[in-house]
């Protein structure tokens, strides 16, 4: 069985999934382990087949097909599934890329190509003046990222306190711009 994923996301997705409207498309153009994806069909928000997914982890795009296997999963670059979805009012996107980009929970052989600051930063640009709705997932203590957010967008905290990480309940920092 696959890794269950990413503590702060698999831990909070459910909070994510119940802030967000029903919708025609939902897309996450960093999927890893698609935890929101998860919820918004598990909870009938999106229908599966309508799921977009993407990632240039091997290992991810087994993994979501493996989870959602009628969802339209790609091994892409991000902003390729971005341009493909900016534009249409029915699709939410949901921008959670790698927060730890020389630490990778899935392989040894796997790195990120760009740093955390620029994958939010190319993100944003893509996304300005867009159609759909947006979400963008950062972790409450990552300093940069949630620079790079708050400048741009109202950001909020979202606690799990049922699960812990370490510890602590889980939590994650969240702009919702739907």
């Known amino acids: 069985m696959p890794l269950k994923g990413y503590p702060g996301l698999a831990n909070t997705a459910i909070l994510i999934a119940e802030r967000l409207p029903k919708c025609e498309f939902f897309v996450e153009p960093f999927a890893g382990h698609c935890s929101v994806a998860r919820e ?93 709705r947006k979400v963008f997932v950062t972790q409450t203590r990552e300093l940069f990222s949630k620079k790079i957010l708050s400048k741009n967008f109202e950001t909020e905290v979202l606690t799990n306190h049922k699960r812990k990480i370490f510890g602590r309940a889980a939590t994650v920092r969240v702009a919702f711009i739907l």
């Open 40 to 132: 918004m069909v598990r909870s009938g928000k999106v229908d599966e087949k309508n799921v977009y997914l993407s990632d240039l982890n091997p290992n991810a795009i087994s993994f979501c097909k493996y989870e959602l296997p009628q969802a339209n999963v790609y091994e892409a670059n991000f902003e390729d599934l971005i341009h493909r979805f900016k534009n249409i009012r029915g699709a939410i996107i949901l921008i959670d890329p790698p927060w730890y980009p020389h630490k990778d929970t899935y392989s040894l052989t796997y790195s990120s190509t760009m740093s955390v600051l620029n994958y939010y930063s190319t993100s944003i640009q893509i996304l300005q003046d867009c159609k759909c």
